[in-house]
């Protein structure tokens, strides 16, 4: 079994910085991709950030310049800070791994989504 479990979310003015953290446990063999995706209602669930195993990093150009990915490989955590948060921004915030099980199975894994609202 596999988990990951999100920290942080929560209301924030337009303007504001929020973070947010996700601790892969279980499982794990090793890991590949981590990051975070978001979902509005009505909405598929788009790319936010992603960083690979390396120094390699991806955003949506919607949050370039104002949102960084980051991980501790050691802790099997990433990070994502969203500064100058804008009401767009609003929505469910998942934490995704792209992980190699301790039973050699190469797959996916989601977080339970954290709630990121953005409103004066």
């Known amino acids: 079994q596999v988990q990951l479990l999100e920290s942080g979310g929560g209301l924030v003015q337009p303007g504001g910085s929020l973070g947010l953290s996700c601790a892969a446990s279980g499982s794990i063999f090793s890991i590949n991709a981590m990051g975070w995706y978001r979902q509005v209602p009505g909405k598929q669930r788009e790319l936010v950030a992603l960083?690979?195993?390396?120094?390699?990093?991806n955003y949506a150009d919607s949050v370039k310049g104002r949102f960084t990915i980051s991980r501790d490989n050691v802790r099997n955590t990433v990070y994502l800070q969203m500064n100058n948060l804008e009401r767009a921004d609003t929505a469910v915030y998942y934490c995704y791994a792209y992980i190699l099980t301790t039973r050699r199975d190469w797959g996916p894994f989601w977080g339970k989504g954290t709630k990121v609202t953005v409103s004066s």
């Open positions: 960083a690979n195993s390396g120094t390699g990093t």
